[in-house]
């Protein structure tokens, strides 16, 4: 470790810590990850897990995965990756956009798809903001492989089953079969449910929510494509990775036709809408337009009326008059004192 200088702590597992360190002879920056000591001796699983992590990532590259340096007393040295996690991202920013997050999404399926899609396809089995870190290009990189295996298509089961609570897929802790790429989906659509919502993966209640009701500003075609990596049962997720990348480049057309749909159907309510107010307005002026015709033609003839019987009260006042009072004076009363008449 002499050519080696500590710079500062980068994260503590369950059984390693991973530091920052300087190669002193050309200054690079490289992770250096060290089992923990029991009574002084290295931690006999550590051990294990830094043999199997430095073997994988021996046979690997790709950029966005850590190379392997070589072997340093009781640990490895791996490619260092400036940035910060997405698990530290989404705790002192908040939940990430759909938009970034279906960006990440994308390149975490194009690693993972890498890794499933090789002649010993890699599972990755710890997927979680937590392992993936946004460097400061802007790209993501994917690191600590501890918990990744090679899958053999004979192995009845994982030898070891290994995992993060409320990440993990059902297959990961039962008697369910090996572990196999459809397990690192599970695991994805995870890790993207909670960059968008923010929702403590381990509170099955509150991810029950989110998975029923949606994500406030997250499109539902975006949701669905969730949905279907955490299926419960392997056989009903996304089958690889390549699947969700298209699935993934196609939703934005869906979300536009939804939306287009929901234009339509808004723009032929409006002009229903538009054509009975019209009907309304011209049915009416044409019923003001009746009576005020109507008027015209019964107003005069009712004042006619009026006044041919104003004239006949007139002729005929008199008569009346008479009539009146000798029917009064017959019935008994006096014509000359009517305020005596019995009526």
Not at 313 to 331: A, T, V
Request: aromatic fraction near 8%.
């Amino acid at each position: 470790m002499n050519e080696l200088k500590m710079i500062k702590v980068l994260g503590e597992g369950g059984n390693s810590t991973a530091f920052l360190v300087k190669r002193i002879s050309d200054g690079k920056l490289l992770t250096y990850k060290r089992a923990k000591m029991n009574d002084g001796e290295a931690d006999v699983h550590s051990i294990k897990s830094f043999e199997n992590e430095a073997r994988i990532l021996n046979s690997l590259e790709h950029n966005a995965i850590p190379k392997f340096y070589g072997k340093r007393d009781e640990g490895i040295l791996l490619e260092y990756f400036d940035g910060v996690s997405l698990e530290n991202r989404l705790f002192s920013v908040g939940a990430f956009s759909e938009k970034e997050a279906s960006g990440i999404a994308l390149e975490l399926a194009e690693i993972l798809r890498y890794l499933h899609g090789r002649r010993e396809p890699v599972i990755y089995r710890d997927l979680k903001p937590a392992n993936i870190v946004l460097r400061e290009d802007g790209h993501i990189a994917l690191i600590d492989f501890g918990a990744a295996r090679i899958y053999r298509g004979g192995d009845k089961r994982d030898t070891i089953n290994l995992g993060t609570y409320g990440f993990a897929a059902p297959e990961q802790f039962g008697n369910l079969g090996q572990t196999d790429p459809r397990t690192d989906i599970y695991c994805f659509g995870m890790t993207i449910l909670q960059l968008i919502s923010g929702v403590d993966i381990k509170d099955a209640d509150a991810v029950q929510r989110f998975r029923q009701n949606g994500v406030s500003g997250v499109s539902d075609e975006f949701m669905q494509i969730i949905e279907k990596c955490i299926r419960p049962d392997r056989e009903d997720r996304f089958r690889s990775a390549r699947e969700i990348q298209r699935a993934i480049m196609l939703y934005p057309k869906l979300v536009r036709k939804r939306k287009a749909r929901s234009v339509v159907r808004l723009a032929v309510v409006a002009a229903a809408a538009a054509a009975v107010l019209s009907a309304g307005i011209i049915q009416f002026d044409t019923v003001v337009a009746y009576a005020a015709s109507d008027m015209e033609v019964r107003l005069p003839a009712m004042q006619q009326r009026l006044y041919n019987t104003k004239i006949w009260i007139e002729e005929n006042y008199d008569n009346f008059c008479i009539y009146i009072r000798d029917n009064l004076y017959r019935i008994g009363g006096d014509p000359g004192n009517r305020g005596t008449s019995d009526i």
